[in-house]
């Protein structure tokens, strides 16, 4: 008897399944399978030979690299930065004068080495220039240090009480109120 009642049951399943598959296909046919596939098969071929922008360009591509690259440089040499250290200094120093041509830098016209006379180069020149004025800097420097000493040294402010603190802040916060009423009035008219 249960044998009877699974049949119907199973015929059941298999007939819904069975209409299922027969909608699907039927909406399968309808959408044109083919021709959407051959579509995508053709926008993807396309794709591929398209190349990018840098492969196309590749001149351009390098000459703003560059370009960039010696803005940078630009830049960098532009910005005045600190003052080196006298460790740095003073290396710097010692490798120079340990150099055939250092010589013509400390305002000798020509050096005598292994009976040669090496006559300055311009480079030489330009170090001269930037060494003296380094000596005229720092000749400066120390003068104003010992002509204008410091007019606040041993000046020792007054303590300030609470009191004192208070009126203070409400003073800086009722100049802020004004100038931010003052400054929303000017911005409507």
């Known amino acids: 008897m249960e044998k009877n009642e699974k049949k119907p049951a199973l015929d059941l399943i298999e007939k ?3 209409a299922e598959e027969e909608d699907a296909l039927r909406k399968f046919r309808a959408g044109d399978f083919q021709a959407r596939l051959e579509k995508r098969i053709q926008k993807k071929e396309g794709e591929k030979h398209r190349l990018s922008f840098f492969r196309q360009n590749p001149k351009l591509v390098w000459g703003a690299a560059g370009l960039l690259l010696a803005a940078g440089v630009i830049v960098f040499l532009a910005i005045p930065g600190h003052a080196p250290s006298e460790v740095t200094v003073k290396t710097l120093e010692n ?34 220039t930037v060494l003296s004025e380094i000596e005229k800097q720092k000749a400066s420097k120390e003068s104003m240090e010992a002509k204008s000493p410091n007019p606040y040294e041993g000046y020792k402010p007054s303590h300030l009480n609470l009191q004192k603190k208070y009126e203070i802040l409400i003073i800086e916060k009722s100049v802020e109120r004004f100038l931010a009423l003052y400054s929303q009035k000017f911005k409507e008219g």
């Open 16 to 18: 819904l399944i069975g």
């Open 95 to 128: 490798v120079l004068s340990q150099m055939p041509g250092f010589q013509a830098i400390e305002r000798q016209p020509s050096v005598n080495l292994n009976s040669r006379t090496i006559p300055p180069a311009p480079l030489e020149a330009f170090f001269v």
